[in-house]
């Protein structure tokens, strides 16, 4: 049982908008920024958005980031077939000493 | 551009102990700190802990208190990942990851992981 709590799935076609929601709580993500992982299975995980809604540089301005409350989410538009992987959000946890969670993860499938 | 190499796979019996490794090149090592990510097959990330360079100290998750020992070689630019008392649980892909961390304004602590190693299959089975 993951602390941050994503779908485990979403879809869309080509040149669509998708969103991954990302629920947490007020020890993570309601007073900590969120970060989104990329992963292609059998590759590394690969940092999409960092700090609720800034772009590394490389990634495609495709990709954003928000957040609300204890509440955030990814969105990807003009959706390509490339972007079909998983997606974890993340947080610092303030709970216990302090520690960093993840959601469980959304498959995300380019139909 | 920062790379981070991990050592190669390793199958490990219940209850011995395995030690990773997780060497940067490009950056500046010693001004960050290295965290430890792992996978089991089909199943989402989860972090170990941390190793602060600056401090030269490591904070550990809980679940891994007393199991897992994060250290690191300045002088070589190395980090490293010791976990014992491996049990069958334990079998799952190691990362390791560059940490970035600051406040920010408003007092939100941003922790997020900009690189990654390719990670590391560490098979437990007798």
């Known amino acids: 049982q993951s602390v941050l709590t994503q779908p485990p799935s979403a879809s869309g076609t080509p040149g669509q908008r998708v969103t991954i929601p990302c629920s947490g709580s007020?020890?993570?993500?309601?007073?900590?920024?969120v970060s989104w992982y990329q992963q292609v299975p059998g590759t590394a995980p690969k940092l999409v958005i960092y700090?609720?809604?800034q772009r590394p540089s490389g990634v495609p301005d495709r990709f954003s980031g928000s957040k609300s409350g204890t509440s955030a989410s990814l969105a990807i538009s003009g959706l390509q077939s490339e972007d079909e992987a998983d997606y974890y959000c993340a947080a610092w946890d303030d709970s216990l000493n302090g520690y960093v969670v993840f959601g469980g993860g959304t498959k995300l499938t380019v139909l | 551009q920062v790379q981070l190499v991990q050592s190669g796979a390793e199958v490990k019996n219940p209850g011995s102990s395995v030690k990773v490794s997780c060497k940067a090149s490009?950056?500046?090592?010693?001004?960050?700190?290295i965290s430890w990510v792992r996978q089991a097959p089909g199943q989402g990330l989860e972090w170990m802990g941390v190793f602060i360079l600056t401090l030269a100290t490591a904070d550990y998750a809980q679940k891994f208190l007393g199991r897992v020992t994060i250290t690191a070689d300045k002088s070589t630019g190395t980090a490293y990942m010791d976990l014992t008392r491996l049990r069958s649980e334990d079998t799952a892909v190691y990362y390791c990851?560059?940490?970035?961390?600051?406040?920010?304004?408003?007092?939100?602590?941003?922790?997020?992981?900009?690189?990654w190693g390719q990670g590391t299959l560490v098979t437990v089975s007798s």
């Open positions: 490009g950056g500046t090592f010693n001004n960050y700190a």
């Open positions: 990851a560059r940490v970035r961390s600051y406040y920010e304004s408003g007092d939100d602590f941003s922790y997020y992981l900009d690189y």
């Open positions: 700090s609720n809604n």
């Open positions: 007020t020890s993570n993500i309601g007073g900590n920024t």
